[in-house]
């Protein structure tokens, strides 16, 4: 009998549980908390009212197989909400900008955003720094950084990282840091026409970008939202509703505590709870340091620094003052606040909800409601005489690494020394170092199982 083990309950090692179902007799899931779906789960307060653990948007991928997967569910039309388009917009300068989550340099001070202008203009070349902070002054210009980048990684990373030891190549482009909103729609459009400057000018608006998009036959990821109160965590309970129906053995509160081998094969491994499996595959979507460590295989010398997420869930009296998009991001530096979550905007309902993150190191204070509070009435986002029903502060460590040079090389030499000790190992998730939205990382994973169960 064929078996198969799948390391990782989140939305990726879900999916390929499934997918993995068709080629092996035996596939075994195995989570080590007391639940699927990793940060895509949902929360309670003490009213019972449901909050999601993050911003996390289901979208398709373009992939017919996994869209398969990810949203045929029985009555699927009905429970579940379609945002097309996916409406965001971001904060900066005092004012609210709903057509995008690109930073406009034009809020800056005029002589601020002229002298700006002049040095972004005038860099043409293309930039081969390997830290954030030179390359973006190489390209967006010295007074673009200090203004408008800068703050934002601050904002994420903390006020005492050193910014010229952080990667270029990491999680910053998707928060927006990398781009700027300036000139005109129709000056802007002309001058992206150049690649340096297609590469750091935004559109003016996401439908700009969109149209673009489909005249150049791109297919456009469709996105839904579950019409529950339960929010995400219906996704993660049909998934694994399904994945149950083929088969699927699931296994919580369990890790892989050794893993056996044979010259360059996995053979078998055994868990916590002292369960031995043979194994013809593994397929890692978890952390690789666990799988090296349970392998006695050399890790990478190096203790990454993480920032605890404060995610601020509220249930207001009123709804908020925003009634058409879906998440937001802040770029102001009047508050800590990096994205909020409108849920009204989702899902249809009759509670007044949102959420709001902030990223601080552990040994901070955590940023309290009464802080959120005053934050979201500053914004505008919600009235000033609004009160809050319930909520509460979710904490979760360890859940956003500072990018630095050390944590990328060793994410990849851990990455490189386990999927070239063994030949029937698959390393995947975004903790493989790869990519970071979830539909990147679903397609990955759907492309290495193909070519691996192709070959096999």
Known sequence: MKTCAVVGGGICGITASILLRRYYDRVVLIEQSSSLGGLLN???DEAGHFYDQGTHIPASTGINEIDEILFNHPHFETNWHPLNPLKTGNYFAGKWDLETQTIDARKLDSTLYTQGIGE???????????NIEQYLCETLGVVFYQYLSKPIIKKLYGNDVSFSDLAKTTSINYFGAMRIKAFNASLSRVLKQHPEFDKKLGFHSAAEFESLLTESGVNLPSYYYPNDPKGAQIWIDELQTKAESLGVEILCNRQIVEIESQSDTITAFSLNDGTHVECDLLFWSAPPVFALKAAHLPIANYKPTFRTA??????FDKQPLNTESHYLW??????????VT???NLRVSDQYQLSAEVLRYKSQPTYTLDQGIDDLKAM???DSDTKMVSGFVQKIDNTFPVPTHDFCN???MNYETLTTSFKNIIVSGRFSGRCWLLSDVLVLAHKELEEYCAVG
């Not at 972004?120 to 390997?130: G, I, K, V």
Request: hydrophobic share 40%; charged share 15%.
């Open 380 to 382: 505008g986002l919600i």
């Open 330 to 339: 802040n770029w102001d530096s009047c508050s800590d606040i990096f994205r």
């Open 42 to 44: 949902s929360v309670t």
């Open 310 to 315: 404060n995610i601020l869930h509220f249930t």
């Open 410 to 412: 060793a994410t990849q």
């Open 120 to 130: 972004f203009m005038s860099l043409t070349e293309s930039s081969e720094a390997d």
């Open 342 to 344: 409108l849920y009204n």
